[in-house]
């Protein structure tokens, strides 16, 4: 499955950046396949690993202020690994031939 999520605190003023490293490193140190763009981060895996790494993703967040925001989109499809890649090169490949 791939999970994206975006996690920030609330009430931690105007800048985030050391919260989302917080997540970022949680992410990193999974060992799963992940990326992080401006708007979220994505990692790859079964269920229960994926949703343990958001959870302790969320918790280093919420360190930082006393409400966390998470925004979570799920595509779970059983028996299909390495879409964190596939789907941009499908993509891609599209836009390449036509």
Known sequence: M???????PL???ESVTAA????V????????PN???AMFTTI???????MDVVKRATEAVGRH???VSLVLKADIRPGHDGELTGKVER???ALTNG
């Open 91 to 93: 993509v891609e490949s």
């Open 65 to 67: 202020g006393n409400r």
């Open 11 to 13: 009430g931690a003023g």
């Open 35 to 37: 990326r992080t763009d």
């Open 25 to 32: 490193r949680i992410v990193r140190e999974s060992g799963l």
């Open 44 to 50: 790859e895996g079964e269920w229960d690993e994926v």
């Open 2 to 8: 791939l999970v994206a999520f975006s996690v920030a």
């Open 20 to 23: 989302v490293a917080d997540a």
